[in-house]
């Protein structure tokens, strides 16, 4: 089965087309463009420029954490795409696809820790041991305690750079999520409903109701 992938929930925008399954599936064509907030802008012309116009019977989006308006825009595509070409639309966490990508990119590595940009001065985190095992659920933290909370791993992601100036020799890469990298997502990984994961409480809170 061939499968769209859409990937917009950090600064790069990120297409691919993957032929047969997810994990093990292969590349046929990808695109993989930073645009810091751009992703609207973006989105659908990559798509447009796949082979056959992206189309597939399958879509995976990412679904965050990340960018509230990245993500919203990835998945609003993908259920758009979805309804008008009959396919169905899964999602997968940005979280466990950079994962891959680290044990994948580092074969020696038994563990390792997601660390993503977030909000109000805060990173997304989640650890991982090989091949791909969550050590728990992701967590909103402020930089010293996603630092503490590393326990000697190394970290891969955009929200390394919060880390960095706080001084310590932890092994600290930065890397945004890849569309292409889906093909390292074992199949359970890429079954979410597509819809968002914020990571952290929103901000709004609604207003009272009248006595």
Known sequence: MRS???????????????????????VIAAAHEVVGRGHAER???????????GRAPRILVECGPGSFTGVRVGIAAARGLALGWGAEAYGFSSLALLAASGFAANP?????????EG???????????????????????????????????PAIGNG??????????????????????????????????PRPIYGRAPDARPLAAPV
């Open 4 to 26: 769209l992938v859409i990937e917009t929930a950090a600064a790069a925008c990120s297409v691919a087309l993957i032929e047969g399954g997810i994990e093990g599936g292969t």
């Open 160 to 193: 390394v750079r919060f880390l960095r100036p706080l001084g310590d020799r932890a092994l600290l890469i930065e890397a945004l999520p890849c569309a292409a990298d889906a093909i390292l997502l074992p199949p359970v990984f890429a079954a979410l409903p």
């Open 119 to 153: 909000g109000h001065g805060e990173v997304f985190m989640q650890a991982f041991d090989a091949p791909l095992t969550p050590l728990g659920a992701l967590a909103s933290l402020k930089p010293e305690a996603a630092l503490a909370g590393l326990a000697g791993r």
């Open 43 to 53: 989105l659908v012309s990559m798509i447009a420029e796949l082979p056959e116009g």
């Open 108 to 116: 020696d590595w038994t563990s390792l820790a997601v660390v993503l």
